[in-house]
């Protein structure tokens, strides 16, 4: 796990502004989220090197609505401030747990975000973490990159 250090902060702020701008784009939530999650911009985040990037939030958006086009498709839009949390929350989840934000994004969906906002939000990050492992039934080593072959290594007897 690394420490949540000056350059994590820079980037899980980044992306929680980039997700609350998001609202003044014409389509819904869903539908940025999906194309986040698919950008060059991702990519270029989950490197997690604020030195590689603007940190523009409007350069961001203008990035994202470059590679796809803009679009009126979808209504239902999250406030922002629970699209600035969300944002945040899955950088920091990222950059600390060294994972990519796709991962992230597959184990906690962005409606389920969403939905403990309020409750969540006013909490310090690792206990957010801590109680979305819990209501999802997971534990931290969900996050070990080499889970799978230990797994393995332990069936056949040799860890």
């Not at 014409?26 to 989950?46: G, K, Y």
Request: charged share 25%; net charge negative; glycine share 4%.
């Amino acid at each position: 796990m690394r420490e949540f250090d000056h350059n994590g902060l820079l980037l899980a702020e980044y992306q929680g502004k980039l997700f609350e701008k998001s609202c003044d784009l014409n389509c819904s939530t869903a539908i940025f989220l999906r194309r986040f999650l698919h950008s060059e911009l991702l990519n270029s985040l989950d490197t997690n090197n604020p030195s590689l990037l603007s940190l523009d939030v409007n350069e961001g958006i203008a990035a994202i609505t470059e590679q796809f086009g803009d679009t009126d498709y979808g209504k239902i839009k999250y406030s922002k401030s629970s699209l600035f949390w969300i944002g945040y929350l899955y950088r920091y989840i990222s950059y600390t747990r060294e994972v990519s934000t796709r991962f992230v994004m597959e184990l906690f969906a962005y409606n389920q975000l969403n939905d403990v906002y309020y409750s969540f939000h006013t909490q310090d990050p690792e206990w957010c973490i801590r109680s979305l492992l819990d209501i999802n039934q997971l534990d931290d080593d969900i996050f070990d990159n080499n889970l799978r072959l230990k797994k393995i290594m332990k069936e056949k007897g040799e860890y």
